[in-house]
C-alpha cells in the first residue's frame, strides 16, 4: 500500500516557511520521499501501517495548512501514468526490504 501526502502551506511569511520547511523535514523523518514539491509518498506493508502513518501526518499539520493523504494498492499505484521532462527520473519503486519470498 502506498500512502501519498499532499499539502498546501502558506510560505509567504518566514514563520510560515519555517513551518512548511519543518513540515517537509517531518515526512522525512517519517520515510516519506518527495514525489513534487507538495506531494510525498512512502510504501506501507498493510493498510493498517499506513492508517497509522496517516495518523502521524494529521498530527504534523501546521494551523493553517492543508493536507490530504491518499491510498494506493500496489495495483492502482502501477496503473499512474507519470509524464516529466527529459531530466525525469523513473518513479520510485517497491522497497527490497519488503519482499517476502
Known amino acids: 500500500m502506498w500512502v501519498w ?3 498546501d502551506l502558506p510560505v509567504l511569511a518566514p514563520d510560515a516557511r519555517k513551518r512548511a520547511t519543518r513540515f517537509r523535514k517531518d515526512l522525512l523523518d517519517l520515510g516519506f520521499e518527495m514525489v513534487q514539491f507538495s506531494v510525498s509518498a512512502k510504501y506501507s506493508k498493510s ?3 499506513a ?4 495518523n502521524k501526518v494529521g498530527r504534523l499539520v501546521p494551523a493553517d495548512g ?3 493523504v491518499l491510498f494506493f494498492t500496489d ?4 496503473l499512474i501514468k507519470s509524464y516529466r521532462g527529459e531530466a525525469a527520473t523513473d ?3 517497491k522497497p527490497e526490504q519488503f519482499t517476502m519470498f
Open 5 to 7: 501526502a499532499l499539502f
Open 47 to 49: 493498510k493498517e501501517k
Open 51 to 54: 492508517d497509522a502513518v496517516a
Open 66 to 68: 492543508k493536507v490530504d
Open 75 to 78: 495495483k492502482q499505484y502501477e
Open 91 to 93: 518513479k520510485p519503486e
